[in-house]
């Protein structure tokens, strides 16, 4: 049986160049070649619950999508994570995006990216993103990862 591989928010910024407010991966659960589980926790201190809506804070579904993508930048991780080599992952499309239930203030938002199919730099991803085992947002991405030296 495979070891879980748990990667911790030092290491998501070390591979992920996103920043507050735009992280939105806190912590790794799994880390496969082939499927990456991670978490996002939701918290009424989010930047856009201001706004989106303050008497009724939702989760918007444009950054369930992004929290999604990001998970499926760690499929590469196993190959290019522990390199010096640079890693950019560029989405080129997402296709039957489906959103299914609201997210909420305290919810925890538990991603799971599954590799496809690669070919060269192009990677076929299917996510889901899940709260107490309810889908909530669930994408197939298309992306382009292009390696090079630091």
């Not at 879980?4 to 507050?20: A, D, G, S």
């Not at 239930?101 to 305290?106: E, K, S, T």
Request: aromatic letters at 10%; hydrophobic letters at 40%.
């Amino acid at each position: 049986m495979q070891e879980k591989r748990v990667l911790t928010t030092k290491e998501i910024k070390r591979f992920l160049p996103h920043r507050y407010p735009f992280l939105l991966i806190d912590r790794v659960l799994d880390c496969t070649p082939n499927e990456v589980t991670a978490v996002k926790n939701v918290t009424i201190n989010e930047e856009f619950f201001n706004g989106h809506f303050p008497d009724e804070p939702v989760m918007p579904g444009v950054l369930q999508v992004e929290a999604l993508a990001q998970c499926c930048t760690f499929l590469a991780y196993e190959e290019y994570g522990n390199t010096d080599k640079k890693l950019e992952t560029l989405f080129l499309g997402m296709e039957s995006v489906r959103f299914r239930r609201i997210v909420v203030p305290g919810d925890q938002l538990i991603l799971v990216a599954k590799l496809i199919k690669k070919k060269k730099e192009f990677w076929w991803v299917e996510a889901a993103a899940t709260v107490e085992g309810e889908v909530t947002c669930e994408a197939k991405f298309t992306a382009l990862l292009r390696v090079s030296d630091r």
